[in-house]
């Protein structure tokens, strides 16, 4: 889906998991106006261990290895739609890091020290200091307002990024 308001914002990248954090879903991305959605295909050692996946959007593994994109077509589109951008947007580095390294495919380009093409900052930063600590209560009235699903990861970077332009007083509802 395309939203020609926010296509200056800086690029979001929502991963979603398992309820384990081990393995990523579902990768979103709001990039120049676009919202872009993968469903992330597990690996064959996930599916040989039998992992039993059980996430917010319910998902099953045998949905996941039908309808999901290898991580690297998924990993190549987020580097081909965030070209030019040093920095992306997302939720809890840390985690989002380590999950963009479980889609991170084996390739020579110039990465930093934690093997992506790109540095990740948090998204409730970009507000003023006094909303940051009700970020996630401001996405689920954005959520709401937009009739957003809030199970996908896509919408979640929509919802963001209202978020950021309401609290920062550029976008009145």
Known sequence: MYYPEL?????????????????????????????YHWYVMPDDEWLNNSYSLSTKEHLTLDYLDQVGDPKDYIFDHISDLTSGYGLLH??????TT????QINYEDSHSRNEDNIMFKLKNIAALV??????????????????????????????????????????????
Not at 19 to 33: F, H, I, K, N
Request: glycine share 4%; hydrophobic share 35%; proline share 7%.
């Open 98 to 101: 380590k999950l963009l390294q």
């Open 128 to 173: 003023p200091e006094r909303y940051q600590k009700r970020f996630s209560k401001e996405m689920d009235i954005s959520t709401d307002r937009e009739r957003l699903n809030p199970e996908h990861a896509d919408d979640t970077c929509i919802a963001a990024v209202w978020t950021v332009l309401r609290l920062s007083g550029i976008q009145q509802y």
């Open 90 to 95: 997302t939720f809890n580095v840390p985690r």
């Open 7 to 35: 296509k200056f914002f800086p690029p979001v990248l929502i991963v979603y998991c398992d309820d384990s954090e081990q393995y990523p879903t579902s990768v979103g991305l709001l990039a120049q106006g676009a919202a």
